[in-house]
Nanobody, 125 residues
């Protein structure tokens, strides 16, 4: 499975961006998906996750109420809609896929098997 993240950029505080992560392969619809981010000098951290069907989601407290994760299995794509962006959201954002069948969301970083290349999000104050 190959993951291609896109949609990052420079935005002012309070603005919005939508990240996309396109996956190759025919089994995308069975994967739990997640978004993580890594700021300079910090460890990669969980942002949001979605189960295979899209009916279950989870968010980090720092983004809850501002970010929304969704997926379109017909397009093999997962999205991260980011609203009310803050300077502390500045980071490289990575999408990830967990290939093990699971009905629920997956939040631990080490449980993910495949990673995209990352897309830079910069929020200016």
């Amino acid at each position: 499975v190959q993951l291609q993240a896109s949609g990052g950029g420079l935005v002012q505080a309070g603005g919005s961006l939508r990240l996309s992560c396109a996956a190759s392969g025919r089994t995308f619809s069975s994967y739990a998906m997640g978004w993580f981010r890594q700021a300079p000098g910090k460890e990669r951290e969980f942002v949001a996750a979605i189960n295979w069907s899209g009916l279950s989601t989870a968010y980090a407290d720092a983004v809850k109420g501002r970010f929304t994760i969704s997926r379109d299995n017909t397009l093999s794509t997962v999205y991260l809609q980011m609203n009310s962006l803050k300077p502390e959201d500045t980071a490289v954002y990575y999408c990830a896929a967990d290939r093990l069948p699971s009905a629920g969301v997956v939040t631990p970083l080490l449980q993910y098997d495949y990673w995209g290349q990352g897309t830079q999000v910069t929020v200016s104050s």
